[in-house]
């Protein structure tokens, strides 16, 4: 399992509030962020995101699975 974390702003370019791994290159330059928990996959990651922010979306670099780009 791996820990998730979603970003509190959301994307300038379509809104959505990203969700990422822990380990994923592009959290370090996030500067708020919540803890969403540990998960089997983004799949469950982004189901709890979703009930903070509606527009949740993982990804494309480390939740490509849950990225609908």
């Known amino acids: 399992m791996a820990g998730y ?3 509190d702003n959301a994307q300038a370019s379509s809104g ?4 990422h791994v822990s ?3 592009w959290m370090p330059v996030i500067q708020s962020k919540t803890y969403l928990g ?3 996959s983004c799949v469950g ?5 979703k009930t903070l922010y509606p527009a ?13 780009g």
């Open 5 to 7: 974390y979603v970003n």
């Open 16 to 19: 959505d509030h990203e969700v």
């Open 23 to 25: 380990s994923c290159a």
């Open 38 to 40: 540990d998960f089997p």
């Open 45 to 49: 990651a982004v189901a709890k995101a």
């Open 56 to 68: 949740s979306d993982g990804c494309a670099y480390c939740c490509p699975d849950c990225h609908k």
